[in-house]
């Protein structure tokens, strides 16, 4: 069926990207992780087995934001397999939620069940700084837009899902044992996901902290929403790259100071990210995992 809005997903074109990557990678690793603005350090740690520039994968959605390389990358941290997407669909390029998460519903069509989400946010908590990593708790999705809408005539998924445990508990607490025992600082926050482009204004930002958020970012949501549809596990981890209500120096929050503050802590989220897939590769959930098919 071809797609007859922005919120439809032509899942034949899912099917044809997977068979694509299958070809030379007939085993899929369990796990994925989309890695945020700046945050590209991290993938110098990966011994990389295959890698597909985006513009290679049929029908694959193309990043146009500086900062996302928009590559697709098969590799091991520290032995573990995984697959990594460096650079992801923003709703702001103009895309649509389809274009969003088509990286999501390929990762579910390949059989991954476990999803690292990342990103670079703004803080709205007093207690969240620049060059701090937060562990999701939950999210808002002020983005008026939901990725549930693909065409589902072989009810391949609910129509209607639960959002109770947005993000995982059992990796959750993973990435708070490891952040500990390695010494990492890991706060935790609410993270409200937003249309942007633009930043916010002192009043969003008041508004947004009045309803819960800890944090904000333009990701993340709609791809947590696909995955869960699909029945991965998530785990989300942000790094605070600025403040929103006390916006720097230069009183302006600009995607330059995004990505520059990603150096204040990507050799933390470099040791976080292969701890937490050390941890996850051994652990009870991926055992599970196996048992389930
Ligand atoms: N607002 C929205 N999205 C963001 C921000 C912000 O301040 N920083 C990084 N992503």
């Known amino acids: 069926m071809m797609p007859q809005t922005e919120n439809d997903i032509d899942l034949s074109e ?4 997977a068979a694509f990557l299958r070809r ?5 690793p369990h796990l994925a ?3 945020g603005s700046g945050l590209g ?3 110098n740690t990966i011994e990389k087995t295959g890698q597909f520039p985006y513009a290679t994968i049929p029908h694959f959605p193309v990043s146009s934001v500086a900062g996302h ?3 697709w990358i098969f590799g091991t941290s520290d032995g573990n397999p995984v697959i990594i997407l460096a650079g992801r669909k923003h709703l702001y390029e103009g895309a649509g939620v389809a274009a969003c998460t088509f990286a999501i519903r390929l990762l579910g069509e390949l059989g991954v ?3 690292i989400l990342t990103n670079a946010a703004g803080a709205l908590s007093r207690h969240l700084l620049p060059g701090d990593l937060i562990l999701i708790a939950d999210h808002i999705n002020l983005m008026f837009r939901k990725p549930l809408f693909p065409p589902n005539p072989e009810r391949l998924f609910d129509r209607l899902p639960c959002s109770a445990e947005t993000y995982d508990i059992r990796l959750g607490k993973i990435a708070r044992d490891v952040a500990s025992a ?3 600082p890991l706060k935790e926050g609410i993270y409200l996901g937003t249309m942007g482009p633009s930043y916010e204004t002192k009043a969003e930002a008041q508004f947004m902290k009045w309803l819960g958020a800890d944090a904000v970012g333009m990701s993340t949501v709609l791809e947590n929403i696909a995955a869960r549809q699909l029945g991965m596990r998530v785990l989300g981890i942000s790094y605070i790259s600025n ?4 916006p720097g120096i230069q009183g302006k929050i600009t995607h330059e100071e995004v990505l520059a503050n990603a150096k204040l802590v990507e050799v933390n989220f470099a040791k976080l990210m292969r701890g937490v897939i050390r941890a996850i590769s051994v652990s009870a959930v991926v055992e599970e995992l196996h048992e389930s098919g």
């Open 33 to 35: 992780i989309v890695i």
């Open 69 to 71: 390389e928009g590559e």
């Open 182 to 184: 390695e010494k990492i």
């Open 41 to 43: 350090a991290f993938l």
């Open 24 to 28: 030379d990678n007939p085993v899929i």
């Open 243 to 246: 403040s929103v209500l006390f």
């Open 14 to 17: 899912v099917k044809d990207a």
């Open 113 to 115: 069940r476990m999803l």
